[in-house]
């Protein structure tokens, strides 16, 4: 029975010729956005070619507590002072695009605050674990976090830093979902089509009031 009903509900959206027309329309304009980007490979300004300089500057533990003692929320102008040279560089070359320069420079920030932020986290997770699975009260809690604290002294997860895109991908047309998204709005125009005919032909109060 559902197996019909499915089946019934499926024709009645495709039996809509403004269905057709719509999907004919949309894939016509989705593929007039496409070819556009065909051969023309995006360019990504991230700051991926210093990540190595990056993290082993974060193993400084002067740079680590600047951060800390600026609440994790430290500017890209103090914090370029005490980078490597090659990362100071690397950003300064795009001050010439002010859209990639203030991008680049927003991204610097964001990682850096972010990444000390969340080791900080991890260490007081880990020292509030520790204390906990020290208390030997025999419980199967305790016994639990005691297990999880020698997996992860054993195998513990590395922290990356979170190097985000940048300026470009803000504005990128994300043509990958653009004919998924106008295909479900054909769709609900379709059933809104097909329920609001079954209202006025008087379909529903028939389907409620036989067996």
């Given amino acids: 029975m559902n197996g019909r009903i499915i089946k019934t509900e499926l024709y009645k959206i495709c039996s809509k010729r403004v269905v057709w027309v719509s999907m004919g329309l949309f894939l016509a304009l989705f593929l007039a956005l496409h070819l556009q980007f065909l ?7 991230t ?17 680590c507590g600047f951060i800390r003692e600026g609440g994790y929320a430290r500017t ?8 490597p040279q090659s990362v100071q560089d690397y950003i ?25 932020e969340r080791a900080d986290r991890r260490a007081a997770w880990l020292a509030q674990l520790a204390e906990e699975a020290a208390a030997g009260d025999g419980t199967a809690l305790t016994a639990a976090k005691q297990r999880m604290l020698r ?3 054993a195998a513990p ?8 895109p940048g300026a470009n991908a803000l504005i990128d047309v994300n043509h990958a979902a653009v004919f998924p998204g106008l295909v479900m709005l054909v769709i609900l125009v379709g059933l809104a089509g097909v329920y609001a005919d079954e209202a006025a032909s008087g379909v529903q109060p028939a389907l409620l009031t036989s067996r």
């Fill in 39 to 45: 051969g023309k490979p995006g360019v990504q300004y």
């Fill in 157 to 164: 997860a590395r922290l990356e830093l979170n190097l985000e």
């Fill in 151 to 153: 997996q992860y002294r």
């Fill in 47 to 63: 700051l991926q070619p210093v990540k190595a300089e990056l993290a082993a500057a974060l193993k400084d533990e002067a740079l």
């Fill in 92 to 116: 300064a070359q795009y001050q010439g695009s002010e859209r990639v320069f203030r991008s680049l420079n927003a991204s610097l920030a964001s990682s850096l605050n972010s990444y000390v």
């Fill in 76 to 83: 890209t102008a103090e914090l370029l002072p005490r980078l």
